[in-house]
T-cell receptor
Framework: NAGVTQTPKFQVLKTGQSMTLQCAQD?????MYWYRQDPGMGLRLIYY???????DKGEVPNGYNVSRLNKREFSLRLESAAPSQTSVYFCASSGAPGNSPLHFGNGTRLTVT | SQQGEEDPQALSIQEGENATMNCSYKTSINNLQWYRQNSGRGLVHLIL?????REKHSGRLRVTLDTSKKSSSLLITASRAADTASYFCATDAGGNTPLVFGKGTRLSVIA
């Protein structure tokens, strides 16, 4: 079982470039999440999808878009990257929001210059 | 804004000692969860304690929850160098909302 798989592992972008972070889970989970982790800030929720076909904003959604492609896949898009988006991005999945444990991928380390 | 706040921010102990980390939160919760993060990796779920539970054990881990004080503690007994990691609490406020994470405690266990 792969669990939650994120690609790519590392990425360097120039300001203004766009990219999509991919996430897939093989646990048949209903809910998927994107978090960012910055030093001293813990994890902050960007967007989540409680179930296939729905997406909702989290704490820090500005500058990002998401797509719940199907039950397995949840992608995060940066349309015009900014240095403030330099961070480590984690995708996670769970059976349902809040009431069940999250399973995390190993992260994408993004640097925007 | 973040719900849980861990204390201390960093903790350094000798192998074999016990490590205690605390988490305080602001509003009522359905459950509280603890996670571990090794350097460069994703978070791993350790334990979930529901609001009607006061204590829970899993191996060398003991979690307590005091809803009247809005606080929880994670105790790791007989720590090992492999326990070196960051530990996060996360709270579920109910209503099908996602977990909210604190900023974490960085634990160093020195062999």
């Amino acid at each position: 079982n792969a669990g939650v798989t994120q690609t790519p592992k590392f990425q360097v972008l120039k300001t203004g470039q766009s990219m999509t972070l991919q996430c897939a889970q093989d646990m048949n989970h209903n809910s998927m999440y994107w978090y960012r982790q910055d030093p001293g800030m813990g994890l902050r929720l960007i967007y989540y999808s409680a179930s296939e076909g729905t997406t909702d904003k989290g704490e820090v959604p500005n500058g990002y878009n998401v797509s719940r492609l199907n039950k397995r896949e949840f992608s995060l898009r940066l349309e015009s990257a900014a240095p403030s988006q330099t961070s480590v991005y984690f995708c996670a999945s769970s059976g349902a929001p809040g009431n069940s444990p999250l399973h995390f991928g190993n992260g994408t380390r993004l640097t925007v210059t | 804004s973040q719900q849980g706040e861990e204390d201390p921010q960093a903790l350094s102990i000798q192998e074999g000692e016990n490590a205690t980390m605390n988490c305080s939160y602001k509003t009522s919760i359905n459950n509280l969860q603890w996670y571990r993060q090794n350097s460069g990796r994703g978070l791993v779920h350790l334990i979930l304690i529901r609001s009607n539970e006061r204590e829970k054990h899993s191996g060398r881990l003991r979690v307590t929850l005091d809803t009247s004080k809005k606080s929880s503690s994670l105790l790791i007994t007989a720590s090992r160098a492999a326990d070196t990691a960051s530990y996060f609490c996360a709270t579920d406020a109910g209503g099908n909302t996602p977990l909210v994470f604190g900023k974490g405690t960085r634990l160093s266990v020195i062999a």
